[in-house]
């Protein structure tokens, strides 16, 4: 249940009505539902290491060599700068030496 609420006033614009806040019913009280606890039905939920188990077993055998192949694109993609670096701070060095 809602508190109810009254308005004060006779339906004039004073500044005075204007200003007031609604009458609030205070005597609020909740119905009681007896045997209701809220919580749901008693459903068994897996655990997280079944929910793991159970993909691995399926569908992650099926998708391993798409992505190894995405990590081994993504190693040569992130190895060719750092090699190409690794080049260009010997060749300074290498000039600098002389």
């Given amino acids: 249940m809602k508190p109810t609420t ?17 009458v609030t019913d205070y005597n609020y009280s909740t ?4 045997e209701m606890d809220g919580s749901c039905a008693r459903v068994k939920t897996p ?28 190693l040569a993609a ?4 750092l090699i190409a670096g690794a080049l260009a701070v010997f060749n300074l060095v290498k000039t600098l030496a002389i």
């Fill in 6 to 22: 009254q308005t004060t006033g006779n339906g004039t614009s004073t500044r005075e009505n204007t200003r007031r806040f609604p």
């Fill in 31 to 34: 119905v009681s539902l007896g």
């Fill in 47 to 74: 655990s997280f290491h079944e929910i793991s188990s159970d993909y691995f077993k399926g569908e992650a055998c099926n998708y391993f060599l798409a992505e190894a192949a995405v990590f081994g694109l993504t």
């Fill in 78 to 81: 992130a190895a060719l700068p």
